[in-house]
T-cell receptor, first 114, second 114 residues
Framework: KQEVTQIPAALSVPEGENLVLNCSFT??????LQWFRQDPGKGLTSLLL?????REQTSGRLNASLDKSSGRSTLYIAASQPGDSATYLC?????????????FGKGTKLTVNP | GAGVSQTPSNKVTEKGKYVELRCDPI?????LYWYRQSLGQGPEFLIY????????DSGLPNDRFFAVRPEGSVSTLKIQRTERGDSAVYLC????????????FGSGTRLTVV
């Protein structure tokens, strides 16, 4: 059974700092990995999607890497801003035939202080 | 519509009652997913539709939970004989098609069973 772990559970940083969020998964047989952002009381916003054949994806100040064989992904946020404060969730989709479900971690709650 | 719409946004019901939660996916999206998110946890998969049919309902916790998508668009998640443990945020997501595409999530329905 796939399990996804995110470390740290919470992180507080001053504005402008570069930071790394970690995600690990127990079964390396994944189809893709996705990072989401969740604001309080809101749904999930997709940030980056990495296919299993890819090593990284970039969008603006965000960069996500994937090391499938070791079961790890990192989300790098450059020059953090108070508006980046949210919970960041990592989710993997298995590559078993017909499996469309995502398995999520519990998230990392990020606070960026002005 | 422009996004995934879920109604109601909040629902309070008494233990033992029946509830229906509605999801309007993005127009043209053939894949639709239901997830449940308890406090402090990541979302957990419930059921996935491709068109009108439930392609994977392995996440439904028991037979009190049922979901339909009769015309391949709007979906309704139905919960019978609600229990306090059913209290959670129920999230719906849609995707252009199952496969390589990312998900778009709605804002969720917060269900509270008292």
């Amino acid at each position: 059974k796939q399990e996804v772990t995110q470390i740290p559970a919470a992180l507080s940083v001053p504005e402008g700092e570069n930071l790394v969020l970690n995600c690990s998964f127990t079964d390396s047989a994944i189809y893709n990995l996705q990072w989401f952002r969740q604001d309080p009381g809101k749904g999930l916003t997709s940030l980056l999607l990495i296919q299993s054949s890819q090593r990284e994806q970039t969008s603006g100040r965000l960069n996500a890497s994937l090391d499938k064989s070791s079961g790890r992904s990192t989300l790098y946020i450059a020059a953090s801003q108070p508006g980046d404060s949210a919970t960041y969730l990592c989710a993997v989709r298995g590559d078993q035939g017909g499996s469309e479900k995502l398995v999520f971690g519990k998230g990392t709650k990020l606070t960026v202080n002005p | 519509g422009a996004g995934v719409s879920q109604t109601p946004s909040n629902k309070v019901t008494e233990k033992g009652k029946y509830v229906e939660l509605r999801c309007d996916p993005i127009s043209g999206h053939t894949a639709l997913y239901w997830y449940r998110q308890s406090l402090g946890q990541g979302p957990e998969f419930l059921i996935y539709f491709q068109g009108t049919g439930a392609a994977d309902d392995s996440g439904l916790p028991n037979d009190r939970f049922f979901a339909v998508r009769p015309e391949g668009s709007v979906s309704t998640l139905k919960i019978q004989r609600t229990e306090r443990g059913d209290s959670a945020v129920y999230l719906c997501a849609s995707s252009l098609n199952a496969g390589d595409y990312g998900y778009t999530f709605g804002s969720g329905t917060r269900l509270t069973v008292v």
